[in-house]
């Protein structure tokens, strides 16, 4: 037969009983410990403990401040370095052949004049002006140089400009400043008008007739280039722009007197013991 029908025995019953009122006591135990009334503290006992809770709460803010210094520094250094560490380890040295320096070029600056020692000219503005420079003894420098003043009137050396020990009075005086960081000039060679274009005469001076230097007086300014180039040739000019004669003198008084004269056909016929026509 089933269990359901088999009737319980007294004692079982009462066993069963004695453990509901056990655990019905821990329940009502447990309920009194939760609801006690807490032990009463002292109020400096409870300002103490708020002082150190408000000082937990001061550090816990300093600490989270700090913390987001450092992320703002961080951020801020990552934008202005581009993402590179700046205490990355430097690259290790290396013995080999020294890298030599990078050196640029300088930038070509147009001459505003240049001068042809050779041919005796100085163009400007599509202009040939004709101009007298260093003899042979006292070469015009050569190069690219740089007026650094001009002078409507001025006094240059003896020396430059073929006088040696007397300084000379100028008129549009430009000086220039050579290659080797040395002062030259040009001037208007008013003491010798008829030297540009014929020979060279000063002594390295680039000489032009006055009204040549004021026109290129009105042109150069100071920071302008001046261009030399050629060298004084060996053979001078005359006046005439024919070279110079370097035969001996005539010997006969005719021949001395009308050196230039042409001879005539008469002439001729005399000369050689014939008649004219």
Known sequence: MSDELTPRRPEDASGSGQLDRSELALALHELAQDHETPV???????????????????????????????????????????????????????????????????????????????????TVEGRILPISSGALKTPTPTGLMTVTAKYPAATVP???????????????????????????????????????GNYDSTGGVIGLRSPDAMLL??????GSVVEVVGAAPA????PTGKAKATAAEPSTATDAASPAEPRTAATRGVSGGGTGP
């Open 235 to 238: 053979t001078e000019l005359a």
């Open 40 to 122: 009463p503290v002292p109020g400096a006992e409870i300002r103490r403990r708020a002082v150190r809770r408000r000082r937990r709460r001061q550090g816990s803010l300093a600490a989270a401040g700090a913390t987001a210094a450092g992320a703002l520094a961080l951020v801020l250094t990552v934008i202005l370095t581009g993402g590179e560490d700046a205490r990355s380890t430097p690259p290790a040295a290396t013995y080999g052949a020294p890298t030599p320096p990078v050196t640029r070029a300088p930038s070509p600056v147009a001459p505003a004049v240049t001068v042809d020692l050779t041919r005796r000219e100085l």
């Open 158 to 196: 003896g020396d430059s400009a073929g006088f040696n020990g007397y300084d000379m009075k100028a008129t549009w005086v430009m000086r220039l400043r050579t290659p080797d960081d040395r002062t030259n000039y040009v001037l208007a060679l008013t003491w010798d008008e008829k030297a540009p």
């Open 217 to 222: 007086y009105k042109v150069l300014k100071p």
